[in-house]
Structure formats: structure tokens, C-alpha cells
């Protein structure tokens, strides 16, 4: 499995890597393509496979006959063959993550690390302890509480993180004893099929489906009547929609959807290592990351240190294309995030008293960049800070009170995550607990371990993925109910 291909072809050729849809434990040919574009460029570089409705029927009923043999072995037999997995996607590291960085743009070292990371959380996911639970056992009754497999889960995945997020699916799915089809998105899509042929000779046939599509792939899988649960990971718009679908057939639904995270920075905080901490979130992966960083709330006694601290650290950051191995951050992913990127800036730039502190440029040349940006003088009702801005452009806003700053905080329909910043963490518990979002983390933002579900309240998800609670979202409760013996 050492083949790897040139990041950039002439014309446009399916790579090596990419060559085919995996169904019932064969790489299959497309019947037809779909282009993927280099975000660097801003041009086709290669085409991926466009599975139609038959493929995807082939694949769900391969899932389906997989799932008896599958969801029969023992917890310790689909944990070796999932560690076989993670070991098979850090030998295959480099050929994978280059043709991440090709069709998603970050660079080559982010790339290969969140290849590494997709094998370390598989790893860690397979060790968490999903065992049966007594939970009464006296003179009257023996109660045991059990949770099996649902049958075939239907994987749907975004283009920012496309491969830890696959395996994410893959890893959850196959540990709690269901069959998997797997869909990538249409922009990102050469990563994962990449995956698949790696994995191809390690899980069972039909236990792992990996098909790639355009939107109406997609929509057949949510409706799909042999398709028992759907976890889905992507904007807020698809995740209704998915929800919608999915009711027709009463599926089991996780959503993990779009954020405008919050961080609350008090006045006691340390500057250099907040401000380190937020450029972190904010600007990696170019913004592009559900759980950035898309709002700072900082305290008008500090407002302009952590203002010039923050431009330092988005000044020093070099852009550039994600084969130059000195850039720290690549271009936005596709052309119609870029260009909202690009019009919410354009927006500030129109709005009286806000100031583009550094950044806002759009460098010239080919691609989809845009420098990371520090904006102040915002009203909350902006649209820059009230959207979503999946990108290198972050406003600070300056509170007077801490009641002021949780309510505008919790003035949205999202609640992802959130941060508080300060110099007395100990202290800050019972405000985390005022704030609307399914993670709020202190003095640092991001980062879940895989024993810790993750999730959004309100209009940001719909259950949790990882941890205990993650893992039993992939199966159907049992209540064991048996009289003692007489």
C-alpha cells in the first residue's frame, strides 16, 4: 500500500489512490465523475467517482447482509480488527495526506497530523468500556440494562476535516457492532476513497461502504429504507434536512452541525497565553473548524491588549499553498465559502466605525486565500458576528459586566462551544454553567478527548458523538428484566 500520486496532474485522472468505491470489499468503478478543485489554484486537478443510485443500493445491501456475521463477534474481535485499521492509516500517512492537502488545501504537516489523529482517536474510541449494566440485583428482580447494534448506519461527512471525521464514523459504527456506508463530501472526496482502498483488505466485506457523490447521493442515503441510523456532521441548513428525511423512516439521527462559538475573556486573564489560545482556535485550519473560535468577548479594561495581541499572532501567521512547507495556513476550501468569506469583509469594510485591525487582504494570484483577520468596533447584530463565518476573520467585542457577557454570549441559535478565559480557573465553573453550549471548556477552546462526547445544544446538533453516550447513540437500549429465583 505505498503507491502515491503527484499532487497536481495535467488534465484531470482519477488518482491511483482514489480509484474506486468500496462496496461489499471490492474497489469499484465509477460509472461517473464528479471534478474536485484544488483550493490553491482555484482549478480541477483530478476527477472522483459519482456513485449512482444502483452503487448505493449495492452498497446498503452489502452493509445489510455484512451486519448478522459482524454484530455476532465479540467486542475483543472488532477491536483488534479496528486497531488493525488505525495501523494501516499511519503507514499509508503520507500518500493520503497528499491528496488532503490537494483537494482541501491546509498544508502538508496538518494534513499528515490529522491523518495521525484519525488513528489515535480509533485507538482510544475502541478501549472505551460499553459492557452491560446491572443496575438492579436484589430478592425481587435481576435488571440489566443493554445496548445492541442498530444495523446499517449511514456516515455523511463534511469537506474541513475530512478524514478524522470518516474515521470517527467508521470507528463508532464498527465497535458498537453495526455495517457502515459512508458518504464524503463532494468537494473532499479523494481523502477518504483513499482510505477505503487502504482499508479495503482489513475489515470484513460489507462491513465498511465507502461512496462518494454529490447532493443527491446524499439525499438517497438519509431517505434509504435500509439504512437504520444516520449520523451526519456539516452546516445547520443539510442537518435539517437530513432530520427531515430521515423521520420517514423513523432512523436514528446524530447531527453534529455548525457552531459560533463564543470565548469570554475576563479581566484577570493572562494576555500573551489567551491571545496564543485564540489565534490557535480561530485561525487553524484557516477558521474552517466547527468548534473554532468566530466570537471574542473580552472585558474593556484589556479590549485593546488582547486587540494588539491577537494582530500579532494573525500577522505572523504565513498563508500560502499547502505544498510550500512554510505555510502555517492554506486557503479557504471552496469558492462559495470563499466567497462569503470574502463578503462579510467586504461588509465590515462598509460598516461605520468598525476597523480591520490587520488582515482583510485578499492576495492576488490564483486560489482561494484570504489573510487572517482581526476586526473590532462590531455591533452583535453584524453580520460577522452574528453568522458563521467558517474563515480567517475574527471580531472582538468589548463587555463592561460578566451578566453582559454571557447574555450576548447566548444571543444566538447556536451553542457548539464556548470559552472562558481567565486567571482564576478554579473559580469559573459556575459560570460555564450559564452559558448554552454543549462544551464549555477554560482556558483553552477545542480538543476533546474520545471518552468525552462532544455535541451541540440548540440549533448546533442533535445527540452526541464519542464517549459512552456517543457510542450508545449507535445502538438500541435493552431492559433485561429477570425474577429471582424463588
Given at each position: 500500500m505505498s503507491e502515491t500520486i503527484d499532487l497536481i496532474r495535467p488534465g484531470l485522472t482519477t488518482p491511483p489512490l482514489a480509484s474506486g468505491l468500496l462496496i461489499d470489499g471490492q474497489l469499484v468503478a465509477g460509472e461517473h465523475f464528479i471534478e474536485v478543485v484544488d483550493p490553491a489554484t482555484g482549478e480541477p486537478f483530478a476527477l472522483a467517482p459519482d456513485a449512482t443510485r444502483a452503487q448505493l443500493d449495492a452498497a446498503v445491501a452489502a452493509a445489510r447482509r455484512a451486519f448478522p456475521g459482524w454484530s455476532a463477534r465479540t467486542i475483543a474481535e472488532r477491536r483488534a480488527i479496528l486497531s488493525r485499521v488505525a495501523a494501516r492509516l499511519r503507514d499509508e500517512t503520507h500518500a493520503i495526506a497528499a491528496l488532503l492537502t490537494a483537494e482541501q488545501g491546509?498544508?502538508?504537516?496538518?494534513?499528515?497530523?490529522?491523518?495521525?489523529?484519525?488513528?489515535?482517536?480509533?485507538?482510544?474510541?475502541?478501549?472505551?468500556?460499553?459492557?452491560?449494566?446491572?443496575?438492579?440485583?436484589?430478592?425481587?428482580?435481576?435488571?440489566?440494562?443493554?445496548?445492541?447494534?442498530?444495523?446499517?448506519?449511514?456516515?455523511?461527512?463534511?469537506?474541513?476535516?475530512?478524514?478524522?471525521?470518516?474515521?470517527?464514523?467508521?470507528?463508532?459504527?464498527?465497535?458498537?457492532?453495526?455495517?457502515?456506508?459512508?458518504?464524503?463530501?463532494?468537494?473532499?472526496?479523494?481523502?477518504?476513497?483513499?482510505?477505503?482502498?487502504?482499508?479495503?483488505?482489513?475489515?470484513?466485506?460489507?462491513?465498511?461502504?465507502?461512496?462518494?457523490?454529490?447532493?443527491?447521493?446524499?439525499?438517497?442515503?438519509?431517505?434509504?429504507?435500509?439504512?437504520?441510523?444516520?449520523?451526519?456532521?456539516?452546516?445547520?441548513?443539510?442537518?435539517?434536512?437530513?432530520?427531515?428525511?430521515?423521520?420517514?423512516?423513523?432512523?436514528?439521527?446524530?447531527l453534529e452541525l455548525g457552531g459560533n462559538d463564543p470565548a469570554i475573556v475576563l479581566p484577570d486573564a493572562d494576555i500573551a497565553a489567551t491571545a496564543d489560545g485564540i489565534a490557535r482556535s480561530a485561525f487553524g485550519n484557516c477558521g474552517q473548524i466547527c468548534m473554532a473560535i468566530k466570537r471574542v468577548f473580552v472585558h474593556r479594561s484589556i479590549h485593546d491588549a488582547l486587540v494588539d495581541a491577537l494582530a500579532e499572532r494573525a500577522r505572523a501567521i504565513r498563508v500560502g499553498p499547502g505544498t510550500d512547507p512554510d505555510a502555517q495556513m492554506g486557503p479557504i476550501q471552496n469558492r462559495m465559502q470563499f466567497d462569503k468569506v470574502s463578503g462579510l469583509l467586504d461588509t465590515v469594510r462598509a460598516t461605520p466605525d468598525a476597523r480591520i485591525v490587520c488582515g482583510g487582504g485578499i492576495p492576488e494570484g490564483d486560489g482561494y486565500f484570504v489573510e487572517p483577520t482581526v476586526v473590532t468596533g462590531l455591533a452583535d447584530d453584524a453580520p460577522l458576528v452574528r453568522e458563521e463565518q467558517f474563515g480567517p476573520v475574527m471580531p472582538v467585542l468589548a463587555y463592561d459586566s460578566i451578566d453582559e457577557a454571557v447574555a450576548r454570549a447566548n444571543a444566538t441559535h447556536f451553542g457548539l462551544g464556548a470559552s472562558i478565559w481567565t486567571g482564576k480557573p478554579d473559580a469559573t465553573e459556575a459560570l460555564a454553567g450559564r452559558i448554552e453550549a454543549g462544551t464549555v471548556w477554560i482556558n483553552r477552546h477545542g480538543g476533546n478527548a474520545a471518552e468525552v462526547p462532544f455535541g451541540g445544544a440548540k440549533h448546533s446538533g442533535y445527540g452526541r458523538e464519542q464517549g459512552v453516550l456517543g457510542l450508545q447513540s449507535y445502538m438500541e437500549m435493552q431492559i433485561v428484566t429477570t425474577p429471582a429465583a424463588a
Amino acid at each position: 500500500m505505498s503507491e502515491t500520486i503527484d499532487l497536481i496532474r495535467p488534465g484531470l485522472t482519477t488518482p491511483p489512490l482514489a480509484s474506486g468505491l468500496l462496496i461489499d470489499g471490492q474497489l469499484v468503478a465509477g460509472e461517473h465523475f464528479i471534478e474536485v478543485v484544488d483550493p490553491a489554484t482555484g482549478e480541477p486537478f483530478a476527477l472522483a467517482p459519482d456513485a449512482t443510485r444502483a452503487q448505493l443500493d449495492a452498497a446498503v445491501a452489502a452493509a445489510r447482509r455484512a451486519f448478522p456475521g459482524w454484530s455476532a463477534r465479540t467486542i475483543a474481535e472488532r477491536r483488534a480488527i479496528l486497531s488493525r485499521v488505525a495501523a494501516r492509516l499511519r503507514d499509508e500517512t503520507h500518500a493520503i495526506a497528499a491528496l488532503l492537502t490537494a483537494e482541501q488545501g491546509k498544508p502538508l504537516h496538518d494534513a499528515a497530523a490529522e491523518i495521525r489523529r484519525a488513528a489515535d482517536r480509533v485507538d482510544s474510541l475502541i478501549t472505551i468500556d460499553i459492557a452491560d449494566r446491572v443496575l438492579r440485583d436484589d430478592a425481587r428482580e435481576r435488571v440489566v440494562m443493554r445496548h445492541r447494534p442498530l444495523g446499517v448506519v449511514g456516515g455523511i461527512t463534511p469537506w474541513n476535516v475530512p478524514v478524522m471525521l470518516a474515521m470517527l464514523k467508521v470507528a463508532q459504527a464498527l465497535y458498537t457492532g453495526n455495517t457502515l456506508v459512508l458518504k464524503p463530501s463532494p468537494l473532499t472526496p479523494l481523502s477518504t476513497l483513499a482510505v477505503a482502498r487502504a482499508i479495503a483488505d482489513i475489515v470484513p466485506a460489507g462491513t465498511v461502504n465507502i461512496v462518494s457523490g454529490g447532493n443527491d447521493l446524499g439525499a438517497w442515503i438519509t431517505s434509504h429504507p435500509d439504512i437504520d441510523k444516520i449520523s451526519f456532521t456539516g452546516s445547520v441548513a443539510t442537518g435539517r434536512r437530513v432530520l427531515q428525511s430521515a423521520a420517514e423512516t423513523f432512523k436514528r439521527v446524530t447531527l453534529e452541525l455548525g457552531g459560533n462559538d463564543p470565548a469570554i475573556v475576563l479581566p484577570d486573564a493572562d494576555i500573551a497565553a489567551t491571545a496564543d489560545g485564540i489565534a490557535r482556535s480561530a485561525f487553524g485550519n484557516c477558521g474552517q473548524i466547527c468548534m473554532a473560535i468566530k466570537r471574542v468577548f473580552v472585558h474593556r479594561s484589556i479590549h485593546d491588549a488582547l486587540v494588539d495581541a491577537l494582530a500579532e499572532r494573525a500577522r505572523a501567521i504565513r498563508v500560502g499553498p499547502g505544498t510550500d512547507p512554510d505555510a502555517q495556513m492554506g486557503p479557504i476550501q471552496n469558492r462559495m465559502q470563499f466567497d462569503k468569506v470574502s463578503g462579510l469583509l467586504d461588509t465590515v469594510r462598509a460598516t461605520p466605525d468598525a476597523r480591520i485591525v490587520c488582515g482583510g487582504g485578499i492576495p492576488e494570484g490564483d486560489g482561494y486565500f484570504v489573510e487572517p483577520t482581526v476586526v473590532t468596533g462590531l455591533a452583535d447584530d453584524a453580520p460577522l458576528v452574528r453568522e458563521e463565518q467558517f474563515g480567517p476573520v475574527m471580531p472582538v467585542l468589548a463587555y463592561d459586566s460578566i451578566d453582559e457577557a454571557v447574555a450576548r454570549a447566548n444571543a444566538t441559535h447556536f451553542g457548539l462551544g464556548a470559552s472562558i478565559w481567565t486567571g482564576k480557573p478554579d473559580a469559573t465553573e459556575a459560570l460555564a454553567g450559564r452559558i448554552e453550549a454543549g462544551t464549555v471548556w477554560i482556558n483553552r477552546h477545542g480538543g476533546n478527548a474520545a471518552e468525552v462526547p462532544f455535541g451541540g445544544a440548540k440549533h448546533s446538533g442533535y445527540g452526541r458523538e464519542q464517549g459512552v453516550l456517543g457510542l450508545q447513540s449507535y445502538m438500541e437500549m435493552q431492559i433485561v428484566t429477570t425474577p429471582a429465583a424463588a
